[in-house]
């Protein structure tokens, strides 16, 4: 049986909602594009690219990043391509280029293997949304940080979602529209992540800024 992840649903103001510069996009148009591309030859690249259980024992270790780039069908594309792209408009400035790259291509990885060792009953799995979900969750510390109250309610919001999920599992009507099982343990583990990487990063600079006295 083959597991998927699903969207995320937003809510925010218009305060966060400012403008960025063109070159700030190009790392979320290029992994739109590269889902897109994807989809379009998936009947040639699935096999190969999915988070396969089965082939990562032996060996295929690239399935544990690639999978997250595949998709089910439009609806499940069309859904995760939305959510990446709110999110880099509403997170833009806490994720310059390279950052945001390092990012999805780190907590991609890191998904992957924590789905691989910790939850035995997925055997395929394909979705960016439990990226998604650590990107939400890292942009909502960020601007924490920066003094922004609103973001405490979209922290809790998704941290409920989240927990929710893995008590009670996702919506049947969108198991049925993406046509999969959705994996919540992808957005427990992304937004675990995504936590993870935030207080490390923060531990590590506040350890300089000591140093430096």
């Known amino acids: 049986m083959r597991y998927t ?5 937003f809510v925010t103001n218009d305060t966060n909602m400012i403008k960025t510069p063109l070159t700030s996009w190009a790392v979320p148009v290029l992994i739109t594009v590269l889902c897109a591309v994807l989809y379009a030859v998936q009947d040639t690249v699935l096999m ?6 089965e082939l990562i024992a032996k060996g295929e270790y690239w399935r544990l990043l690639t999978g997250n780039f595949l998709h089910t069908n439009h609806w499940h594309l069309l859904f995760n391509l939305v959510g990446l792209l709110f999110l880099s408009y ?9 950052k945001f790259s390092f990012f999805v ?5 890191l998904l992957g293997c924590a789905l691989y060792l910790f939850s035995p009953n997925i055997e395929l799995y394909v979705g960016l949304s439990g990226v998604l979900h650590g990107l939400f969750v890292y942009g909502c510390l960020s601007d924490i940080k920066t003094g922004d109250k609103v973001s405490y309610v979209l ?3 998704v941290i ?15 198991s049925e529209l993406i046509d999969a099982n959705v994996a919540t343990d ?14 490390t990063i923060e531990l590590s600079q506040r350890l300089k800024r000591v140093q430096s006295y």
């Not at 291509?105 to 990885?109: K, Q, R």
């Open 5 to 9: 992840n699903e969207n995320i649903s």
């Open 48 to 53: 190969q690219l999915e988070f396969n259980r």
């Open 90 to 98: 509403m997170y833009n400035p806490h994720f310059p280029p390279l």
């Open 105 to 109: 291509l780190t907590n991609a990885a």
């Open 155 to 157: 922290l809790g919001a």
């Open 160 to 174: 409920a979602k989240v927990v929710y999920e893995s008590i009670y599992g996702a919506s049947v009507k969108m």
């Open 186 to 199: 992808a957005h427990l583990f992304g937004a675990l992540i995504a936590i993870i990487s935030f207080l």
